[in-house]
Nanobody, 125 residues
Framework: VQLQASGGGLVQAGGSLRLSCAAS????????VGWFRQDPGKEREFVAA????????FYADSVKGRFTISKDNTKNTVYLQMNSLRPEDTAVYYC???????????????????WGQGTQVTVSS
């Protein structure tokens, strides 16, 4: 499966953005999908994920209540709605997909088999 992330940009603190992760080659229904972010010189950080079976969602504590992950199987796309953005949310955001991810590993980057290119999110103060 090929993943294409988009929707990043520059926004003021308190603003909103919606990231999209569009898949081609295979249907995303078969995969759990996660969003990660990374600043230069730092490790890739888990943001949110949605399971392939049942659609259970998981969030990092730092974004809980502000970000929402969702999946549209008809469009083969996963979204990350980001509200109340903060300067510390600034990073390159990546989406990733994996077919066999257990709940305890959903936050681990190495659990995912496929990665999209990143999309830059910059939040100004």
């Amino acid at each position: 499966v090929q993943l294409q992330a988009s929707g990043g940009g520059l926004v003021q603190a308190g603003g909103s953005l919606r990231l999209s992760c569009a898949a081609s080659g295979r249907t995303l229904y078969e995969y759990s999908v996660g969003w990660f972010r990374q600043d230069p010189g730092k490790e890739r950080e888990f943001v949110a994920a949605i399971k392939r079976a049942g659609g259970a969602t998981f969030y990092a504590d730092s974004v809980k209540g502000r970000f929402t992950i969702s999946k549209d199987n008809t469009k083969n796309t996963v979204y990350l709605q980001m509200n109340s953005l903060r300067p510390e949310d600034t990073a390159v955001y990546y989406c990733a997909a994996g077919s066999r991810i257990i709940n305890s590993s959903i936050r681990v980057p190495s659990s995912y088999d496929y990665w999209g290119q990143g999309t830059q999110v910059t939040v100004s103060s």
